[in-house]
């Protein structure tokens, strides 16, 4: 076997997230007495979504999907570092074969379940397995099999190579082979670092530390989650009856009194496909395919330097987020060529050079074409919705006619194969550029939107048969541009991205919050990835 040895520490969250606006830091205003003892519980408020429907059950999406997260109750067998690289929760070593074919993972040996029973090769196999065979959310096509070797060595076969299969492993919470059954995700029993004490379905679940863990011990000893609308959140910060909630843009010019506004920063994007392939078509379902406006590569071009991004987010976010150029921001694989300034005036520019000339009411139009389309958003979502009317009035500016409108999720993927949508993504792992970009196995197009690159395809390939995560990343960087073709805008640029949308909590005073990584899409589970290292002051 051709080892490539990954050897990587766990590190802890460095990435932005702070006070925000101009009240006091999320601190204490005045520090207890040494005589005191210290506060070692937390009530914390997410959104109803957050909520895991069938439970934490990793097969049934528990740490992935919208609970993308290092699941508290198990343990995974990596983690993600404070710069999105792998690091080690279980693992203490790991070797992949010359092919990429076999992963080779070393266990620490101190590790038991909550009920007494020692965590073992065999339940991280039997985990894998049956994640294979059943998860409703997490890919595992890619897995053949996971063996144990002995009590502390698992091995895994794949079917093809998959260079970033440590990303999967750091999402996939490991359980007992011996207590696993049809309602674990009721009562889950785990090696991580909280246990499950207390499930109230639609209303709040209750943690509490986990007194066999392995790790340093949490420094929160119990944890109380709160399931609630953005109403509802920001009505119960105000009693002062919680410790911390998730808020959004709309509420950032309130005042909580007691509270302090803390916003992290996120790769929680915004942006629009683009089809680029003429009208005409359709899949093998029927579904039409294509938009003769948006199949012009100097037309997309020009739409991405007519938007004004800084002012989108002060006038859509007020002012929480960050601009967006891709859906891999900020991330190890993230190739920064994505980067362009607004520019209205070159985007007039490249759409009287490409014959896209204004017509007698100010739209351009080009051979019967008008520069016009429909601009779809998920009807009930209101920033998206004002993304959208904010998109349609600066394009409005060079010429372009945007019509918005609110669709139900059961029409929209099918109505985006011929339109725009805006979409939201975001996640710790370079699968998303693969989802978005790479052609369909067996299609013509990519899933999302009507857009093929064999070139692009092929370095993605490259990226995921790669050994070495490092060399991996390159690849992913050249997917998006490798100076002759890609998805950027000087490539065929059909994904057009606006915003990483912060995300907003109430703080109450007292309560520090612990460094937190990068977030992902989803405004749920991440922010409690590292309660355990919360602490009040």
């Given amino acids: ?314 006038h859509v976010l007020n002012g929480h987020g960050t601009a967006a150029y891709s859906v891999c921001d900020k991330m190890p694989w993230y190739n920064p060529t994505a980067e362009l300034s607004y520019d209205s005036e070159l985007a007039v520019s490249l759409l009287e050079e490409a014959g896209w000339k204004p017509g007698a009411d100010g739209i351009r139009e080009r051979d019967g074409v008008r520069a016009a389309f429909q601009m779809l958003y998920p009807a009930g979502d209101s920033v998206r919705q004002a993304l959208c009317e904010d998109t349609a009035n600066q394009l409005a500016a060079v010429g372009i006619d945007v019509t918005v409108e609110g669709v139900g999720w059961d029409t929209a993927y099918d109505r985006a194969q011929s339109a725009p949508l805006m979409w939201g993504w975001g996640a710790h792992t370079p699968m998303e550029l693969y989802n978005i970009y790479h052609t369909k196995p067996g299609g013509t197009y990519a899933e999302y939107s009507p857009y093929a690159n064999e070139a692009v395809d092929a370095l993605m390939d490259a990226a995921l048969a790669s050994n070495s995560l490092e060399e991996s990343y390159e690849l992913w960087k050249k997917a998006q541009w490798d100076g002759r073709t890609g998805i950027t805008q000087a490539g065929d640029l059909p994904w057009i991205w606006l915003v990483n949308i912060d995300h907003l909590y109430w703080v109450k005073d007292g309560l520090k919050v612990a460094d937190q990584k990068l977030h992902p899409h989803g405004h749920g589970w991440t922010i409690v990835n590292n309660v355990d290292q919360w602490v009040w002051e």
Avoid at 68 to 77: F, G, N
Avoid at 81 to 99: N, P, Q
Wanted: charged fraction near 20%; glycine fraction near 10%; include cysteine.
């Fill in 1 to 314: 076997m051709t080892a490539a040895v990954i050897t990587a520490g766990l590190a802890l969250g460095l990435f932005g997230c702070g006070a925000a606006g101009t009240g006091p830091a999320a601190g204490p205003n005045t520090r207890k007495e040494q005589s005191e003892t210290p506060k070692e519980s937390v009530i914390v408020v997410m959104g109803p979504s957050s909520e895991p429907e069938s439970g934490f059950d990793p097969a049934y999406g528990w740490g992935a999907g919208e609970h993308v997260h290092e699941p508290l109750i198990q343990s995974t067998l990596t983690v993600t570092t404070a710069d999105l690289k792998i690091g080690y929760d279980l693992a203490v070593e790991m070797e992949t074969s010359g092919d990429g074919l076999v992963w080779t993972v070393k266990l620490r040996d101190d590790v038991k379940f909550s009920d007494g029973e020692p965590l073992t090769a065999e339940d991280v196999a039997f985990t894998y397995n049956t994640l294979r065979d059943t998860s409703s959310v997490n890919d595992f096509t890619m897995l053949k099999e996971a063996k144990a070797l002995d009590e502390a060595t698992v091995e895994f076969t794949l079917n093809r190579p998959y260079s970033i299969w440590p990303y999967t492993m750091a999402i996939t919470g490991i359980v007992p082979e011996h207590a696993y059954g049809p309602d674990y995700g009721s009562h889950p029993i785990g090696s991580g670092r909280y246990l499950l004490k207390q499930w109230d379905k639609g209303q709040q679940v209750i943690l509490e530390a986990n007194p066999d863990y392995y790790g340093e011990a949490p420094k929160m000893k119990k944890v109380t989650i709160l399931f609630m609308d953005e109403d509802a959140a920001y009505a119960a910060a105000l009693s002062g009856q919680v410790d911390l909630a998730y808020t959004s843009a709309a509420f950032s010019e309130q005042t909580v009194p007691g509270f302090s506004l803390f916003s992290c920063e996120t790769v929680d994007n915004r942006g629009f496909n683009l089809p680029a392939t003429p009208a005409g078509e359709t899949d093998e379902n029927g579904v039409a395919l294509g938009n003769d406006f948006t199949a012009d590569i100097q037309v997309r071009r020009a739409i991405n330097l007519a938007i004004n991004r800084e002012e989108m987010i002060e």
